[in-house]
């Protein structure tokens, strides 16, 4: 390959942020009509670098190259100038608008022959639906452009960025963590479309975590480690042991050491249980199953299968419709969350800056935030700041919080760390259960480690443990038992070491087990 | 639109409007004390419609300003200002006076919206606060000034005030002609109809300039791209910025704009409603603009037709007054200035308990735009 | 930090010399100095309305007296006695407090500043005369009654209207109450629509200018074609709106004539209380140390047709000078208490 | 929401607050009080005023002398309880508005206990107990009005904003209709409209012979460190804090929302109560229609000043009753209107919310204090 071959190119990229130097002289290029991927832990500079590519950060030092020719870019606009689309991990789209009116945001006239420059002009909303489905035929990317984006499923809001970038005539795509939110069928389904983009001309930096779908798909691997390029390799001589290492710099085990369960009698159990959405529309329908003491069962499924609300409604955060929930021999069936909770349950959330913890508050008050009123930290109705503070250090030191101090806000901490926080606070308690939900989402290897330990130490002590995830090798490493949701249906639960990864999928993608 | 939320305000203003008709019905022809009350309701109903816009303005771009009060004073204060200056201090007629005044006064509002911009875009504070701010220092700045200028001896007035340029006139509306004229061929008489129709639809400029905008804002809003890229930089300044829309421009353009806007609220005050300015004269109808804005979902239609509302309330008021010895005893309690005062108020609370739908702001309203 | 240290050695250095170029105030308690002193209701000083009025009593009491003026705006009815105190703790001989509000707080400062001399404007002295307490009342029922005669003599459709601030405070309800008896002195059928504005709570019952506008706009399309406005800048609206609506206006205290120049082509007449000469009377006479205790009666009247009086029938204006002379000489009365029942 | 971002490593509350000032982040709310005094001070010289002078007789005006220092803290009095309730309802995440109207439906209670109570029961009523009904029936009126907003708040979602303002409009029609009516002085020579006084047995007394400040001053005080205790050192106050700060996670943690919500709505009426209770038994022994007008507004900037923390809003109540009390008296030596005072408080308030730009005029180091009150309407 020559360097005319080359798309892109940057050099020496280097930023800075307060503290962090989050890109430290950087090389990297991309072929014309490639996949290339960009490989590296949360943290690592792969975001940032991105975002330089595309101008929403403006880098310190260092050259951006296209097609040989040194340019600027300043505003995602140059980025979009010059052919360059990306697709963010959290989509940026308005939920509120339609497809069309999303795809068309910022490119109003672009369908036009001339475009207009008058912030008065009119949307041309038929023309601009009818080039989207143009457009999405010619890449085989099924798409309603009159649909309102809040209201589609997000793999189908995935390939409305895929579109928004194509529709400005993108010729360098960026997809940051794209697999994240998807099943394994629909992966497959984006690696299609990816290898189709390719074909038609598309070159795509595709930038993950995920050691098996870098291995899959691309063509090119690099791979960065605290702000540097730490070395590349070739997907078809290389391993994901070996990507795992230089991902995190050392040997990890991919593998989460566990003996074979020892489960002791029912812990939850789970009657019929119907939830029902704003709309009022069943999201969990009937579902019945049964979590025993000192054992895992994993549910998996495609996100948005009915997981979040089950959880919720398990935990006291959303009313139950109909069923049964029994937690340690008692009635909790639509109970307020702290009678759940006193019920012995620990709760790992989905989303842990919203719901897990409060942002603004000190790490000491975080660690605290359900058990304040209970003794010692409460005495009547005053607050005991010096228990506090005591179970603040205790935590800290047993779970490895790094943070500079209990009094710092838990928004300075990293995510791993605060994950960190809810787990001491959950885990500090007496419990009989534990529901985790997607409870290493957006860490780094080295907290999915830690994670994954302390869940099976907890299932080896005796306690249930309930985990979600949208992660199947999370589930597949943790479980005893897998139960898949469907369309807020449980359609199988299984025994972990008698399921294929195969068979999951095909579940997780409605097909019925029988 | 929001044809349910829409239906029920038309119903509120029409028992309203009928309560009056049947007190009053016995001494004057319904169709005059109709128009009688359509000219009250307009009249209270303009300046709140241009503070909700102005609101409209501002939130459909992510910045919460409750400084429409202020903004209103203040523009009320320096477009007279200007007006009269214009008129007495340079000598122009009337109408190129207010003018003038009437630019000075969106300036003056889009000042202050700038300043509320600078605060809450560029120096993220608080937007409850540039708001606060906004609004005390336009009290105190009116305040002070219109004492300097027209009190104290010094000044350029000589310590009164100069005979202004009064304000603005009706625009006439032939309506009546075409109606006497079309009944006329009928061989019938309609001309109180016909004066009334065209009473109603004759108006001051501001006035029918505030349905017009109404109009024209939900174009812009909802079928341009400016409106669009406001929308989505109240929805999602993230992924606004990422398609390469400048949120910072678009914020303080639009604040800016809406500045602007309840500038021609105050103009209204005391270039077309009112010949005169007089301290603290908006007396609340900044917020109530802005409980019209919420009320109407933060669509323009909305905030007009509740902005009606509140007009309809006022004349209902008045008119009840007027035909306080024609109220039947058992309706007594609607002769008690204090419990008829009472109605628009109870009404709204009813409306924001979601009785007509739940009222979505735009997601990012309030926030301040980080990267 | 540089400049930080630099704005604060000009701060000190301005505090070393501020004493120096400090506020010099004539002696008043010096028996040769003649001080009087304003104190305000809540509301400002340039009120075009009875605050201005007194204030230019005061004014022609500095010009024609030599004596040394000054007023105090209450920002907050707490501040009366406080405001009253600045005054009298100073040596100011007279203290001129202006509106009804004040009543109970001029009569409380009176026995503590017995040397003072305490002019209460609208402050009726029924509960007992004080030595060193003069309340300045009017027959605001005479000038209404005297307006409201001269709308009825004047109305083409048989309807007049008259909008007041609020009718919780007797001299704006005496205006309005005049009115109504002065319109059926002359024609008992003549309706009169009346209407007090105390609708958005006490704060904006006299400065709602726009509520008073759409008021009298109401009454005109209710055929109302003379409009009286009473009561602050809500009177001062009415008079607006109704002048803009073609109507004839009517103002209230002064002769608005020069105070509302909007109105003033609309403008029949106005029912004045002659604040400013009474409240010189009262200065002059304090001055000649023959001030009266109790309640001075200052003279209520009606204002000259200015531009409209070519409009005004030669025996409409007469009828206007016999009502005038009767009521003065109390043959005729106006039947109106002196607060509401 | 209303916590301030930036906690650093120090404890909070009453000690962070002592260990800020020391650690000198005071000296930016001093800085923007001297600017925006320097520049009211030029606008006053720029209409032919002497600067000086103005501010010499704000000074007398406000602690000048003991009786100056006492109609302060008699200024003050109303504006702590009141900036407390704004500040309280920040905490827990919402807008009170109408500090104004719970403030004068709580002073018609007291009076009406104050007045009515004893000629009711036939006896008259020992101080202890008389004053305490009185007060405390004035609060819990307060409190009442103040969660109705709450209720709907919690319940259906009516954002409390709107809803306080109508009901400040509805309050003041109230008060109009029983001080015009039922309520109204039924001396003959009375004609205006206000509450007969109220008995001896229900006013707070005077500090000092001679002087205005009563004992409301103290309470008021005493009341700002119970604020301060309750918010940090207790449960409920961890509770509410938690709503304010994320409703989420409150809800997660167990914390019943709604019943939060309510009850934070309920204790900031309890205090804009107080204030107005606070004013009938202590300064006026009477409700005087309108004699609270602007107080709970001022209440809204005294809160904001003050960054909703106790110790400032007492600190700014004080520097707004200061600048409120003395500016009669520099109208009275220089004849500068009033109306300066209100730019100078919108100049303060500016300069301390927006503190990059004292930072950036005087080259002050050091990280922006963002305080976060709000998040939009939030539905």
């Known amino acids: 390959m020559t360097e005319n071959n080359l798309v892109l190119q940057a050099k020496g990229i280097t930023k800075k942020f307060p503290g962090v130097l989050a890109n430290d002289h950087v090389d990297f290029d991309l072929r014309a009509g490639e996949i290339h991927a960009l490989l590296g832990e949360n943290g690592a500079g792969k975001s940032t670098l991105m975002n330089i590519l595309y101008g929403l950060y403006n880098q310190d030092e260092g050259e951006i190259f296209i097609n040989g020719k040194p340019i600027n870019i300043s505003t995602p606009n140059d980025a979009i100038g010059h052919g360059i689309g990306m697709v963010h991990q959290h989509f940026m789209l308005i939920p509120v608008f339609t497809v069309a009116e999303n795809i068309m945001l910022g490119a109003e006239t672009l369908h036009r022959e001339k475009e207009a420059k008058s912030p008065l002009v009119k949307l041309d909303r038929r023309e601009v639906a009818q080039r989207i489905k143009e457009l999405s035929q010619q890449y085989g990317l099924d798409i309603n452009p009159n649909a309102i984006v809040g209201e589609l499923p997000v793999g189908i809001q995935q390939r409305v960025e895929i579109i928004k970038a194509l529709y400005r005539n993108a010729n360098i795509l960026i997809l940051d963590e794209p697999s994240a939110v998807l099943t394994p069928q629909e992966v497959e389904d984006l690696f299609r479309i990816m290898r189709e983009l390719t074909r038609r001309g598309v070159s795509i930096i595709f930038i993950t975590h995920k050691l098996k779908e870098v291995l899959a798909v691309t063509d090119r691997i690099t791979v960065m480690r605290s702000g540097r390029v730490v070395g590349s390799a070739d997907p078809k001589q290389t391993n994901q042991q070996e990507l795992a290492s230089m991902m995190v710099g050392r040997e990890v085990l991919l593998r989460v050491k566990k003996e074979a369960s020892n489960p002791g009698e029912d812990v939850l159990q789970v009657d019929n249980l119907h939830v029902r959405d704003l709309r009022n529309l069943d999201v969990v329908s009937g579902v019945s199953f049964d979590v025993r003491k000192g054992e895992v069962l994993g549910i998996a499924g495609v996100q948005g299968n009915g997981q979040t609300e089950l959880v919720e409604a398990l935990t006291g955060l959303r009313p139950t419709k109909e069923g049964r929930v029994t937690l340690a021999g008692k009635d909790v069936t639509g109970k307020p969350p702290r009678t759940i909770t006193e019920a012995g349950l620990a709760h790992i959330p989905e989303d842990r800056q919203r719901h897990g913890l409060v942002l603004s508050y000190p790490v000491a008050d975080n660690m605290i935030l359900n058990t304040y009123y209970l003794s010692p930290f409460a005495k009547g109705i005053t607050i005991q700041q010096k228990a506090v503070d005591d179970q603040a250090q205790r935590l800290i030191k047993n779970f490895d919080v790094r943070t500079p101090s209990a009094y710092v806000t838990a928004s300075k901490l990293s995510g791993g760390n605060q994950q960190k926080v809810i787990v001491a606070r959950e885990l500090s308690r007496k419990i009989n259960l534990l529901i985790a939900n997607q409870p290493t989402r957006g860490l780094d290897v080295g907290s999915i480690e830690y994670i994954h330990k302390e869940i099976i130490s907890l299932r080896d002590q005796g306690v249930g443990v309930l985990l979600v995830s949208a992660e199947l090798d999370e589930i597949m490493a943790l479980s005893d038992r897998i139960a898949v949701m469907y369309r807020g249906k449980v359609v199988a639960i299984v025994a972990a070491d008698k399921v294929s990864r195969d068979q999951l999928g095909l579940w997780m993608a409605g097909s019925n087990p029988d | 639109m929001d044809w349910k939320r829409f239906g029920f305000i038309a119903l509120i203003i029409a028992v309203l409007f009928t309560i009056v008709v049947l007190i009053g019905g016995k001494s004057q022809p319904a169709i005059l004390i109709i128009s009688s009350m359509l000219g009250t309701t307009i009249a209270v109903a303009t300046p709140l419609t241009l503070g909700a816009l102005s609101g409209i303005y501002c939130e459909r771009s992510g910045v919460v300003n409750i400084g429409i009060e202020g903004m209103m004073l203040a523009a009320a204060f320096f477009g007279w200002l200007g007006a009269i200056y214009m008129s007495s201090i340079f000598g122009f007629q009337a109408l190129p006076s207010l003018l003038v005044g009437l630019l000075i006064a969106m300036l003056t509002g889009g000042l202050f919206a700038a300043l509320h911009a600078l605060l809450s875009v560029t120096f993220k504070v608080d937007q409850i606060i540039g708001g606060t701010v906004i609004n005390i220092l336009a009290v105190g700045v009116t305040g002070f000034l219109n004492r300097q200028l027209f009190f104290e001896k010094g000044s350029i007035f000589g310590g009164q005030v100069p005979h202004g340029p009064g304000t603005f006139t009706t625009i006439y509306i032939p309506i009546d002609k075409a109606v006497n004229g079309l009944c006329g061929l009928l061989g019938s008489d309609c001309s109180v109809a016909a004066k009334a129709a065209s009473d109603v639809l004759s108006q001051k400029p501001i006035a029918m300039a505030a349905v017009l905008l109404v109009v024209v804002s939900h174009y812009i809003l909802f079928n341009t791209r400016w409106g669009l890229r406001t929308r989505a930089v109240g929805e999602h300044p993230k992924a606004a910025d990422t398609v390469g829309i400048n949120v910072t421009f678009m914020r303080y353009a639009n604040v800016i704009i809406g500045g602007a806007l309840a500038g021609l609220g105050g103009a209204y005050m005391t270039l077309e409603s009112i010949a005169s300015f007089e301290p603290l004269m908006t007396n609340g109808r900044g917020f109530i603009a802005l409980a019209a804005m919420i009320f109407g979902n933060w669509t323009p239609f909305g905030a007009w037709s509740a902005a009606l509302v509140f007009g309809a309330s006022q004349a209902f008021q008045i008119k009840l007054q007027l035909f306080r010895e024609l109220i039947p005893a058992q309706w007594s309690f609607l002769q008690n200035a204090y419990v008829v005062g009472m109605v628009p108020y109870l009404l709204t609370m009813l409306i924001l308990t979601g009785i007509i739908g739940k009222n979505i702001p735009p997601a990012a309203d309030g926030v301040a735009y980080e990267k | 930090m540089k400049k930080l240290y630099l704005v604060l050695t000009v701060l000190v250095l301005a505090a070393l010399v501020l004493p120096a170029c400090g506020p010099t105030t004539p002696d008043c308690t010096k028996e040769e100095v003649f001080c009087v002193g304003l104190v305000t209701d809540v509301g400002k000083i340039d009120d075009k309305s009875f605050n201005q009025s007194a204030w230019e009593g005061v004014k022609q009491a500095e010009s024609e007296l030599g004596a040394i003026v000054q007023y105090i705006e209450t920002t907050d009815a707490k501040d009366y006695a406080k405001n009253i105190a600045t005054f009298a703790d100073e040596g100011y001989d007279v203290i001129v407090t202006v509106g009804f509000n004040l009543g109970v707080d001029t009569r409380a400062a009176a026995p503590t500043y017995p040397n003072v001399k305490f002019i209460g404007i609208d402050q009726d002295q029924f509960e007992g005369t004080i030595d060193n307490v003069s309340g300045l009342v009017f027959p605001e029922d005479q000038a209404g009654f005297l307006v409201g005669a001269l709308a009825a003599m004047m109305t083409e459709t048989g309807k007049v209207g008259g909008v007041f601030g609020t009718d919780a405070v007797p001299p704006v309800w005496r205006f309005g109450e005049g009115y109504r008896a002065g319109a059926a002195y002359i024609d008992p059928a003549v309706e009169v629509f009346v209407v007090y504005h105390s609708d958005v709570g006490f704060d904006k019952t006299f400065t709602d200018p726009e509520w008073g506008a759409a008021t009298a706009k109401s009454m005109i399309d209710q055929g109302a074609d003379v409009i009286f406005g009473g009561g602050g800048k809500t009177g001062n609206g009415a008079v607006e709106g109704a002048a803009q609506a073609g109507a004839y206006a009517i103002g209230v205290d002064s002769d608005q004539y020069y105070t509302l120049p909007n109105a003033a082509p609309r403008l029949l007449s106005s029912a004045m209380k002659l604040i400013t000469p009474g409240v010189f009377d009262l200065i002059k006479l304090a001055k000649d140390g023959s001030f009266p205790a109790g309640n001075f009666y200052g003279d209520a009247g009606y204002a000259p047709y200015h531009d409209l009086d070519s409009m005004v029938p030669a025996e409409v204006k007469a009828k206007m000078e016999e009502i005038a002379a009767a009521l003065l000489d109390g043959s005729l009365k106006t039947n109106v208490p002196p607060v509401k029942p | ?379």
């Open chain 4, 1 to 379: 929401m209303p916590e301030t971002e930036k906690n650093n490593s120090h404890p909070r509350g009453f000690a962070g607050l002592l260990k800020a000032a020391a650690d000198a982040p005071l000296i930016i709310p001093i800085l923007a009080i001297l600017t925006a005094m320097i520049i009211g001070g030029v606008i006053i010289a720029l209409v032919g005023g002497n600067p000086f002078a103005a501010y010499i007789g704000l000074f007398q005006g406000s602690f000048g002398s003991l009786k100056a220092i006492s109609e302060t803290a008699v200024w003050a009095t109303p504006y702590i309880l009141a900036g407390l309730a704004v500040s309280l309802a920040f905490k827990g995440g919402l807008f009170n508005i109408g500090a104004e109207g719970q403030l004068a439906l709580g002073a018609v209670m007291a009076a009406w206990i104050g007045y009515a109570l004893p000629d009711m029961l036939g006896v008259s009523l020992p101080k202890v107990v008389h004053l305490t009904l009185s007060v405390g029936l004035g609060m819990l009126t307060g409190a009442l009005w103040a969660a109705i907003p709450g209720w709907l708040k919690a319940y259906t979602g009516g954002h409390e904003v709107i809803n306080t303002i109508m009901m400040n409009y509805i309050a003041l029609n109230l008060t109009s209709f029983l001080l015009n009516g039922p309520m109204k002085d039924p001396n003959p020579l009375n004609v205006s409209a206000r509450t007969p006084e109220i008995a001896p047995s229900a006013r707070l007394s005077p500090l000092f012979e001679g002087l205005r400040v009563h004992w409301g001053f103290i309470i008021a005080l005493l009341i700002a460190v119970l604020v301060w205790w309750l918010l940090w050192k207790t449960t409920l106050g961890f509770e509410i804090r938690t709503v304010g700060a994320n409703p989420d996670g409150a809800k997660y943690a167990g914390i019943n929302v709604k019943r939060t919500i309510v009850l934070t709505m309920a204790l900031s009426g309890l205090l804009a109560g107080m204030a107005g209770t606070i004013e009938v038994t202590g300064l006026n022994y009477r409700h005087e229609l309108g004699f609270s007008i602007g107080y709970g507004f001022d209440a809204i900037a005294i809160a904001l000043l003050g960054k909703t923390h106790p110790a400032g809003v007492v600190l700014a109540s004080i520097l707004f009753a200061a600048m409120r009390n003395g500016g009669t008296r520099m109208q009275f030596l220089t004849q500068i209107p009033v109306d300066i005072i209100s730019v100078i408080q919108a100049l303060i308030l500016l300069f301390v919310a927006a503190d990059a730009i004292i930072r950036y005029v005087y080259r002050i180091r050091g990280s922006e204090e963002k305080l976060v009150l709000t998040r939009g309407w939030g539905g």
